[in-house]
């Protein structure tokens, strides 16, 4: 990919802001066409009810239809806005509606099924070596194409839903294959995008369904409805004017993405035949990329195949023809696919992905020393190189990833697929992360958030104790998407029990920081509902005395030496492009995790370009000594977090 993270959000706001200049004119045309359609209709219906009744000669008036016209654009324009608020809201505060209302039922990592332990499998590899956290797995149940989609208003609420036959028909490659296609969108900004386009165009598509409800209820009541009739053919006809217009918006602003995020999932797995394969399944299905549910128009443009089947016109699709994305990988593709009939045997063999990379991996996880991470490769410790990690995917992190997955017990995997086994895993770690008694630790959970949770907490203790720090932050990660489904009131206890257990011993650890930042910062917008947050801060020097605290803390925190922190300080600030800022190096004493906590959450409004230097400084800090603790890995992830800056494990 030729862009790095923070380019490629860049080009992701600026095809919003072109959405919207494009969905300008589109309205207007609409709204011309509906206001002239109402007004001839309704001055049809009055000069008839004035030939009915008027005894003198005379006529109605050019300018009744003129005012009728008028009115009919502003009534449009205003449903038009409501509908696009009452969507806007109604994704903001669940975006897995979208997921729901065409036909998808989330899976539970609990779930018997191998193909479904296999997807929530695939997923979290994909999450943990992308930085990502895991999107809640939808599985459409009664779709047999192949297909896949992803939706989400930032990385924290992200949805992928998979229909069965993706399941059923792609082999653990090819459906890997097809979700690193999904994640793509995640990195690359195009997920947002997606949403803003489902709520903008939705007003258009509600005209019509308006119409054709209008137009049936007509035709099932007595009586006279030639009215009902008319205005219910003509608010449906006025509607399929705007969905052809909406379908062509789609069509120019979409195809080439496709082609984009194609090219991401073969960088990502580095199997080009995979991907091939797929297309070629959806080829040679009766059903190919086809969605059956009623909903598909609204989302049309999100999934990973053309979703309204393979006889949708070239200038409506939302997507390339196969042949043509095939042809991408494979140039002598003679453009004809094999029938696919039967589905494919998926066994608990293939669940998960094991090779010898990911054994040998597994090992050094299970046997790493509690307290220093171990040397990283020599291009990672180039700071531009690990800002440049932002935002990807490769098969080294999907091998590690792999493999931290495999060295998590059993027992704790379970345990996190639970909304009470979720809040126990992450409240045992800070149970043991702290110093004092356990045992009265584990009361002070069960008087706030309850007995099942604080059983539950002793049940998985020892194996907690013994967990590497390297899996502590992928275990969590395998909590997120239970830990979605608390209640408010639930999340709320959660969270006071989370800062009880952090504050029970008046010293807060730099992991305690860093465990209870992340799961915060991944669930406080679901549940406070929070609009997507805009750009404060749009240049360094407006942040400085942040940015001093945070670099600060970076360089003492792998740097015991004095001269050593100052000297970490300094590289990581050379990097500042800006002659007019001045950063100094915070003596370790007033460096405190809650001055740390407020300077992230003042840098998180920073703007991209911001962040950008931010990362890049920092990455320059944690590496000036030529290695890497973990300790420095652990806080260099919560900066990238915070900052929603996806980092793969690349200083691990």
Request: proline share 3%.
């Amino acid at each position: 990919m030729g862009t790095d993270f923070f380019e490629r959000q860049e080009i992701a706001n600026r095809k919003a802001a072109r959405l919207f200049w494009l969905y300008l004119p589109a309205i207007c045309l609409f709204l011309v066409i509906g206001a002239a359609s109402v007004a001839s209709l309704v001055t049809l219906g009055c000069w008839s009810l004035y030939t009915k009744t008027s005894v003198s000669g005379g006529g109605v008036h050019w300018w009744y239809a003129l005012w009728i016209g008028c009115v009919a654009a502003v009534f449009t324009l205003g449903f038009l806005l409501f509908e696009i608020y009452a969507k806007w809201r109604s994704l903001n505060r669940g975006i897995e509606t979208v997921a729901v209302r065409l036909g998808g039922s989330e899976v539970s990592r609990r779930s018997t099924d191998p193909i479904h332990r296999r997807v929530t499998n695939v997923v979290e590899e994909m999450a943990i070596a992308s930085g990502v956290p895991p999107p809640s797995v939808y599985v459409l149940e009664m779709e047999r194409g192949i297909n896949a989609f992803v939706i989400g208003f930032s990385i924290n609420n992200a949805v992928l839903g998979v229909t069965r036959g993706s399941l059923e028909l792609l082999t653990r490659d090819e459906l890997q294959a097809v979700i690193a296609h999904e994640f793509s969108h995640i990195l690359n900004g195009d997920m947002q995008f997606n949403a803003r386009m489902i709520a903008m165009l939705h007003g258009v598509i509600r005209i019509k369904l308006w119409g054709e409800e209008c137009y049936a209820q007509s035709n099932t009541d007595d009586g006279d409805n030639l009215v009902a009739t008319v205005a219910g053919g003509l608010l449906a006809t006025v509607g399929s004017v705007g969905v052809f217009f909406s379908r062509i918006l789609k069509s120019a602003i979409c195809r080439q993405r496709e082609y984009i995020a194609d090219a991401a999932a073969v960088e990502f797995t580095r199997n080009r035949a995979a991907l091939v394969s797929a297309l070629k399944k959806i080829g040679g299905l009766a059903d190919g990329s086809r969605v059956r549910s009623p909903r598909v128009e609204e989302a049309s443009h999100l999934f990973f195949g053309e979703g309204r089947g393979k006889k949708t016109l070239a200038i409506l699709a939302t997507h390339p023809r196969l042949e043509d994305r095939i042809r991408c990988f494979e140039p002598g593709f003679d453009g004809r696919f094999q029938e696919i009939t039967a589905a494919y045997p998926t066994s608990w063999e293939q669940v998960t992905r094991r090779n010898p990379q990911i054994a040998a991996l597994e090992e050094r996880l299970r046997t790493a020393s509690h307290e220093r991470g171990e040397l990283v490769a020599s291009a990672a410790l180039v700071p531009a190189v690990v800002s440049q990690q932002i935002g990807t995917l490769s098969p080294e992190y999907l091998n590690l990833a792999a493999a931290m997955l495999a060295a998590l017990p059993l027992s704790l995997r379970d345990a996190s697929g639970t909304c009470v086994g979720a809040e126990a895993v992450v409240l045992g770690l800070l149970v043991v992360e702290g110093g004092g008694e356990r045992e009265a630790k584990i009361r002070l959970i069960e008087n706030i958030v309850g007995e099942p949770v604080a059983s539950h907490a002793r049940t998985i203790m020892e194996e907690l104790v013994g967990l590497q720090v390297e899996l502590r932050l992928p275990l969590v990660e395998t909590a997120i998407p239970a830990l979605r489904h608390l209640t408010s009131s639930e999340f709320r206890d959660f969270k006071q029990a989370m800062k009880s257990l952090v504050e029970a011993d008046r010293k807060v650890t730099l992991f305690e920081l860093v465990l209870q930042r992340l799961v915060v910062h991944q669930l406080e917008r679901q549940f406070a509902h929070e609009r997507q947050r805009h750009a404060d801060y749009f240049s360094i020097r407006s942040v400085q005395k942040q940015f001093a605290i945070l670099l600060s803390l970076v360089a003492h925190s792998g740097n015991r030496e004095a001269s050593s922190a100052i000297a970490a300080f300094e590289r990581g600030a050379g990097l500042v492009r800006s002659p007019r800022v001045v950063l100094q190096l915070t003596q370790r004493k007033h460096c405190s995790l809650k001055d740390v906590d407020r300077a992230l959450a003042t840098l998180a409004t920073a703007s991209l370009p911001v962040k950008k230097q931010v990362i890049t400084a920092c990455a320059a800090c944690v590496v000036a000594d030529g290695e890497v603790t973990v300790r420095e890995a652990i806080l260099f992830r919560l900066i990238s977090e915070c900052l929603d800056c996806p980092i793969p494990p690349v200083l691990l």
